[in-house]
């Protein structure tokens, strides 16, 4: 049945595979956790006590509580599967709850540092250069995934509307309108690739057309933002915050956010309205008498 479910969320829930991975293992270490305690073969047989007796187990063995979530969130999927292919007539995870995960603010690299990034630090005038800059531009100016840029084809952009369609999680297009001077770097780069022979499906490619791969891009955004900001973390995820904060902050619609983002509901984009109440709050007491 695992095999079966692990089909069901690469081919009709199109998970990606990262969390395809995730929760087969999940469910594995499960079923080996009933086994071990409850001599119980089949995950089939568990009740709601013996999974909160798993997930109380891994609490105690110093799992984060982000890592148990994440294994509750595989256990309620796995279930919900198992009703609907009726292997099971109740789910013991509908009296189950998984720990709360606290609340944190995403981080993000202030305006005057991106400033500083475009403005002050000298990019190498040539074809890597030309192209990491362009890359922190797009992630910038548009809050698209580290995956959505890596996978973006050179079809999909299009110079003449002024905007790029990028596939996001669960194989979902979106389309994302680019400021006219962030076109210009998109067409004066597709014509330096050009100029030189570059020869690729994908937009952005090193020099002999290869798809760029992730570590490559992290690095490229990790080394230039670490010359303009003493942020712990220096990612594209980053710059992904940064973008949803900074046009927030400028009075963008939060719908408007979400729909860029291509987050599939708006609890997802609401998180970054807490980023702008904390700016609000530290306006208000900085310039109120009695702040």
Known sequence: ???????????ERNFSKHTVTSYGNDIAQFSTYLEKVYEIAGSEEATAPMIRSWLAELMQDKNSA??????ASALRTYYRFLIREGAISSNP???????KLPARLPA???????DSLFNTIEFPADFNGTRDRLILELFYSTGIRLSELISLKAADV?????????????????IIPVTPMLNRYL????????????????FFSSENGKQLYPKQ???????????????QKKSPHVLRHTFATHILDNGADINA????????????????????????KRVYKQAHPRG
């Open 1 to 11: 049945m695992l095999k079966k479910f692990i089909d069901y969320l690469k081919n």
């Open 66 to 71: 982000r890592t148990v979530v994440r294994k």
């Open 93 to 99: 995870m509908a009296k189950v709850n998984a720990p």
């Open 108 to 114: 993000f690299v202030t305006k005057r540092d991106m």
């Open 158 to 174: 299009s110079m003449a509307a002024q905007t790029i369609k990028v596939l996001g999680k669960r194989n979902k297009e979106r």
């Open 187 to 202: 067409n004066n780069f597709s014509l330096e690739k050009n100029k030189i022979g570059i020869v690729s499906n994908f």
């Open 217 to 231: 891009v992290y690095r490229i955004v990790n080394h230039y933002l670490g010359m303009v900001t003493t942020l």
């Open 257 to 280: 956010i979400k729909e860029i983002l291509g987050h599939s509901n708006l609890s997802a984009t609401q998180i970054y309205t807490h980023n702008s109440l904390e700016k609000i």
